[in-house]
């Protein structure tokens, strides 16, 4: 039972370059979600889905898209890296539903610096 | 915006003392959570306390919540080394009708014990 597994766990991109990041969950989550984490920032919500089929932008959205490929997976994507995105990205699922009163299951993290 | 903000926003501590961190938060909130982060890893949930309950434990865990003065704090009993952490609240918060429901993150607090 591996929880939330996220790939790749440190990526370095140049400005302008694309790239996914991958989330999979083996809990049966319905819910998914994508934080950035930034110093003396905490941790700040970029997109969600509440159930497989549906999505919605959290805090910081703008400069990413998102796709919930099927109830495990919930990818997260660059299309134009630019500096600011310079961040740890962290992954999460909860149960049973985008309730109220879920914990959230976080993932390690991906450690990314754009140059 | 940051909804919950702890303090202090760093604790050193030596180990067998008591560790407290306090949250204080804005809005009205449906339940708050507390989670842990060791270096280089992902948050691990601790603890989550409904707006209608004042005091849980889990452990050498135990939580408060003031909903008149909007705060909360974590008490760690006899500290260990391996406590030596960032520890994070969230608050969740939903609109009027339950949905919309969102959980928003404070900045942390470190907390280090000494051996």
């Known amino acids: 039972n591996a929880g939330v597994t996220q790939t790749p766990k440190f990526q370095v991109l140049k400005t302008g370059q694309s790239m996914t990041l991958q989330c999979a969950q083996d809990m049966n989550h319905n819910s998914m979600y994508w934080y950035r984490q930034d110093p003396g920032m905490g941790l700040r919500l970029i997109y969600y889905?509440?159930?497989?089929?549906?999505?919605d932008k959290g805090e910081v959205p703008n400069g990413y898209n998102v796709s919930r490929l099927n109830k495990r997976e919930f990818s997260l994507r660059l299309e134009s890296a630019a500096p600011s995105q310079t961040s740890v990205y962290f992954c999460?699922?909860?149960?049973?539903?985008?309730?109220?009163?879920?914990?959230?299951?976080f993932g390690n993290g991906t450690r990314l610096t754009v140059t | 915006s940051q909804q919950g903000e702890e303090d202090p926003q760093a604790l050193s501590i030596q180990e067998g003392e008591n560790a407290t961190m306090n949250c204080s938060y804005k809005t009205s909130i449906n339940n708050l959570q507390w989670y842990r982060q060791n270096s280089g890893r992902g948050l691990v949930h601790l603890i989550l306390i409904r707006s209608n309950e004042r005091e849980k434990h889990s452990g050498r865990l135990r939580v408060t919540l003031d909903t008149s003065k909007k705060s909360s704090s974590l008490l760690i009993t006899a500290s260990r080394a391996a406590d030596t952490a960032s520890y994070f609240c969230a608050t969740g918060t939903s609109n009027s009708g339950g949905s919309n429901y969102k959980l928003t993150f404070g900045k942390g607090t470190l907390l280090t014990v000494n051996p």
């Open positions: 889905s509440a159930s497989e089929g549906t999505t």
């Open positions: 999460a699922s909860s149960e049973p539903t985008h309730s109220y009163n879920s914990p959230l299951h």
